[in-house]
């Protein structure tokens, strides 16, 4: 069983940065494929981004890319959500989200934090 708490959401002005942390409980987490998904309001939940285990291999949504950055640091049982250019649209709240060890199908998450980009 993994927990997972995200923190780091807020208001920030269009353009402006902002970094998510995902903190797992529990010793599995430097085996697991790791996530960020979003949701806004009356939407579906989208893919942002993954990564690997080690951190070897990350990827990305296409709305996304060369903006944001996933990172970890298994030491802390911890993965991160750099976000960089951020736009109105980037508004959401944002889930992180565990695979099973040796799968890459996402089965844990977190209870989200808002982020809200306006001037």
């Known amino acids: 069983q993994v927990q997972l708490v995200e923190s780091g959401g807020g208001l920030v002005q269009p353009g402006g940065s902002l970094r998510l942390s995902c903190a797992a409980s529990?010793?599995?987490?430097?085996?697991?494929?790791m996530g960020w998904f979003r949701q806004a309001p009356g939407k579906e939940r989208d893919f942002v981004g993954s990564?690997?285990?080690?951190?070897?291999?990350?990827n990305y949504a296409d709305s996304v890319k060369g903006r944001f950055t996933i990172s970890r640091d298994n030491a802390k049982n911890t993965m991160y959500l750099q976000m960089n250019s951020l736009k109105p649209e980037d508004t959401a709240v944002y889930y992180c989200?565990?695979?099973?060890?040796?799968?890459?199908?996402?089965?844990?998450w977190g209870q989200g934090t808002q982020v809200t980009v306006s001037s």
């Open positions: 529990g010793r599995t987490f430097s085996s697991r494929t």
């Open positions: 989200a565990a695979a099973a060890v040796g799968s890459p199908n996402f089965n844990y």
């Open positions: 990564i690997s285990w080690n951190g070897g291999n990350t």
